[in-house]
């Protein structure tokens, strides 16, 4: 089974700074899809990001964007201009194109934003 | 926009008594899930359905839970007979195509055995 590592699992930034969140993740797949998904206080989980194996662009979402390293097995999020309406629990999670249509996420990370 | 909905937001239950948590997907879409996820822990798959069976089920799905599609529009998980370890947020999930469209999730019921 696949899984995901999340090894940081409480973050801090400053208002309006960046910062970056880290995912590793174990496969023998060649393609395959990664997201990262929110989870604020109210425990709804919401899809932040995307990104296609095959694809060698990273995906940007407005101030989101990730750092996508195929080799590595690497998909870091990275969080610019940090608001405060981004503290939240943050997961990482893989989806394999075959077999089993379900999401493995990491232990997630708990992004704390300080005004 | 269309979301997922999700009934109760909050069940508890004494242990041994049976529950039925209520999911309702958005319309359109045709693969349902549900995931759970025990207090500080990660989200964890229990089972994907598509046309009317389960598609997949991972190793916590076992003979004590049970999924259902009754009508056009609920898609709901049943526990027979509950453990103190069953105590987590469920959360439900649908997506239109088995592959890259994204799993939108309901907002979770948290579910307490006592």
């Known amino acids: 089974a696949q899984t995901v590592t999340q090894s940081q699992p409480e973050m801090s930034v400053q208002e309006a700074e960046t910062v970056t969140l880290s995912c590793t993740y174990d496969?023998?797949?060649?393609?395959?899809?990664l997201f990262w998904y929110k989870q604020p206080p109210s425990r709804q989980m919401i899809l932040v990001i995307r990104?296609?194996?095959?694809?060698?662009q990273n995906a940007t979402e407005n101030r989101f964007s990730v750092n996508f390293q195929k080799a590595a097995k690497s998909f870091s999020l990275k969080i610019s201009d940090s608001q405060l309406g981004d503290a939240a629990m943050y997961f990482c999670a893989y989806l394999s194109p075959t077999g089993a249509n379900n999401l493995f996420f990491g232990t997630g990370t708990r992004l704390t934003v300080i005004p | 926009e269309p979301e997922v909905t999700q009934t109760p937001s909050h069940q508890v239950t004494q242990m041994g008594q049976e529950v039925i948590l209520r999911c309702v997907p958005i319309s359109n879409h045709l693969y349902f899930y549900w995931y759970r996820q025990i207090l500080g822990q990660k989200v964890e798959f229990l089972v994907s359905?598509?046309?009317?069976?389960?598609?997949?089920k991972s190793e916590i799905f076992d003979d004590q839970f049970s999924v259902e599609r009754p009508d056009g529009s609920n898609f709901t998980l049943k526990i027979r007979s509950t453990k103190l370890e069953d105590s987590a947020m469920y959360f439900c999930?649908?997506?239109?195509?088995?592959?890259?469209?994204?799993?939108?999730f309901g907002p979770g019921t948290r579910l307490t055995v006592t």
């Open positions: 999930a649908s997506s239109e195509l088995r592959e890259i469209n994204e799993q939108y």
């Open positions: 990104q296609e194996a095959y694809k060698q």
């Open positions: 359905f598509y046309n009317n069976e389960i598609s997949e």
């Open positions: 496969t023998s797949e060649s393609d395959y899809y």
